[in-house]
């Protein structure tokens, strides 16, 4: 099969990223978001409506997407666990929402405290709302290629869970080796036979980087014609001592290796190199970007 | 066309890495030898012959030599850039010897001081003497996918210094992207090329991975029946601030990757992040494997 001429690029970094990093100031998650804009990122999920008990990095996303500077034709959206999220997120403005799931019944219980089908249950109102609201719902399978609690997840499982959400109205399905564990072939094979149940254009890769493999595996599944990824710039999140939260792609890698491969994905990379140089400046660390780490050296000799 | 079942890895970690490291001493660089062979790894370049004054980690290659427990089954390769070098090569008791080319004219002035063809005609003698001496010679062929100094590289000229190599006598052809700025379809391209000249089973990768790239490249390039590559412990050598000399991909993440693939490489994993740990704690840095990283991480844990 050809290869995508275009990928949209789901940049999860003051989401996915920043709740597996250090605190940062609303100030610092302001100016990420509309850097990542100012780039030519189309997508960003911006933040999460949820427990500030739970996730206290995430308590003032209300406050974030009431501040950003909104750039037409960017979707700005939210991570919202339950309907009372998810009516927090329509209120603060958010333009999607999404829903996580899990392939794994022990990364359920253990990540979300609920069998994978009780997860399901509790969705069900937030779609319905959704749905009458206008408003589109994605949703996430995390553990697709493997389980920090149950180590291997059943193909078939990731198959389940992912048509499963489909029915239920979620228009796009994002599929998350989340612990980072997959290799190539394993990779293309869970792809293939969750795209037999839905639609390629309605699945998306969430591969974190653990194992640094994941440009590999999303480079063996896009000759399978999958055309959305998910990336968080520097690589935010990449804590690798949190069990089952762990290093996600970074934005800058993903988009050098499209630009080699004449992938048009809209972003203009030193400008995303900048934005995620300067919240790491926050965070006190590099940018765990190999992509940025070698351009900001280049520019040191 | 079908995956190799079985690749050759070739760890130059011992040298690419250890020169463009911090000094450490004979014992550790002796340890780390024998620690790789103990983990599986059969062909190990384990030093160079040049000059101290360029490169002064390399100085006492010789007894680096003499000193390691040479393990049946391992070939012990060592870098000689002239028939002196090679001649001490020789005397250290080396299974093999390297020679190192560019397929870049600004690369080679600046890295060799000659020019391709002076660099060549300076290999001449050197691979006449090991096929007297019944000394195998590999053949390295440096910026393949990209020049420091030069910017693109094409094609042709790789093809060229390639089969060059071959037709004057070197047994193998490590194509080398020595600032790792390669992406997956550049590298297939390029090496199809030169496998219409060179046969591929004589055709080696040694991709760094500066720009992150290097698996996705490698995983590329196995369909085309490439079963030989070249890698870095704990990616040694990885100092991203040295033009020109940076990245290697660590085995550990080349490792990990053929496992889950289904292709064999004879090495214990455990056993090669367990010799990667160990030297790195003579070069006071972590190592530079995502693999290692990880499964350091959850013993932690």
Redesign the interface.
């Known amino acids: 099969m050809a290869l995508p001429k275009q990928v949209k690029i789901v940049e999860v970094g003051p989401r996915d990223g920043l709740q597996n990093e250090q605190a940062v100031s609303l100030t610092a998650k302001v100016a990420l978001v509309n850097a990542l804009a100012d780039a030519g990122v189309t997508y960003i999920e911006t933040g999460a409506f949820v427990s500030p008990k739970w996730v206290p990095q995430m308590a003032d996303s209300g406050e974030v997407f009431k501040t950003i500077a909104r750039k037409p034709g960017v979707t700005y959206a939210a991570l919202t666990p339950n309907l009372k999220g998810f009516e927090a997120a329509l209120d603060a403005g958010a333009d999607e929402v999404a829903v996580f799931g899990a392939a794994s019944e022990a990364f359920s219980q253990k990540n979300i405290n609920c069998s994978i089908a009780e997860s399901l249950d509790r969705f069900a109102p937030l779609i319905a709302a959704a749905r009458e609201q206008n408003i589109r719902v994605r949703g996430y399978v995390s553990c697709v290629l493997g389980c920090p609690y149950q180590g291997d997840v059943a193909i078939s499982d990731v198959v389940r869970v992912a048509s499963e959400l489909y029915r239920m109205g979620c228009y796009e399905i994002s599929l998350g080796d989340t612990i980072?564990v997959?290799?190539?072939?394993?990779a293309q094979r869970m792809l293939k036979a969750v795209a037999e149940e839905v639609p390629i254009e309605h699945l998306a890769l969430h591969f974190h980087?653990?194992?640094?493999?994941a440009?590999?595996n999303?480079?063996?599944c896009l000759p399978l014609g999958v055309a959305t990824i998910d990336t968080a710039v520097a690589g935010l999140g990449g804590c690798?001592?949190a069990?089952g939260a762990?290093?996600n792609l970074?934005t800058e890698?993903l988009v050098?290796?499209l630009?080699?491969?004449?992938i048009a994905t809209g972003i203009d990379l030193a400008k995303l190199i900048h934005a995620g140089t300067q919240i790491c400046t926050h965070l006190n660390h590099s940018p765990r970007?190999?992509?940025a780490?070698?351009e900001l050296?280049?520019q040191?000799?």
């Not at 997959?182 to 394993?186: A, K, Q, R």
């Not at 630009?259 to 004449?262: H, L």
């Open positions: 980072g997959g290799t190539p072939l394993h980087n653990t194992y640094g493999q440009l590999a999303i480079a063996a690798p001592y069990r762990s290093g970074a890698d050098y290796m630009q080699g491969m004449g970007s190999q992509v780490l070698a050296a280049k040191e000799t």
